[in-house]
């Protein structure tokens, strides 16, 4: 039995060997393992952002040490700050939306 | 539907928020809310260590303004730090057991 923590990172960890096991090194993800990865497991997220050029860019950003490759601690960072970036859109939207309706309970002045 | 990338996100915010609201500051973790979050969701990964010092030194660790306070994103570098380390065991013992049962396809002399 595993906690939602526990099954948090295994799903990281499953999903990062799921596409970099496809081609070249098994354990880093080429630029078309990740561009596969991000479009097949983030479009809901990176699509929403009208140009296909999100894509590229993250692809660009991720690859610290320039190898063309992204290995998994590269991959986690990028899953920290989409993660962090989500809660702050959750947060923002939770402060914003929640008093307009009437709820006033959680509200400080 | 959600992708596991999407599934995971999902249960690093729900599970931080679970524990941050139960007292003072709303969205961050005082030493009390973190220790229960670690022990009750990580207990298996910091319980196999024999010290209950873990909790302790993660708790030091993780609160680097020093305001006795873990906010989301100090939570996710744990969190990164942790799978990062599960990922790099995981290698490790693929590594270590596969060839010695004589799977010797992926092998590289």
Redesign the interface.
Known sequence: MH???????Q??????HKYSGKEGD??TLSRGELKELLV??????LGNSKDNEAVEKVMNDLDANNDGEVD??EF??L??A???A??DF??EYKTDDKPKDGESA?KKD
């Not at 097949?40 to 997220?45: F, I, N, T």
């Open positions: 906690s939602n923590l526990e099954s948090a990172m799903m990281l960890i499953k999903t990062f098994k354990y097949e497991e983030l479009g809901s997220y998994f601690t986690i960072i899953m920290g989409l993660t962090v989500c809660n959750f947060l959680q």
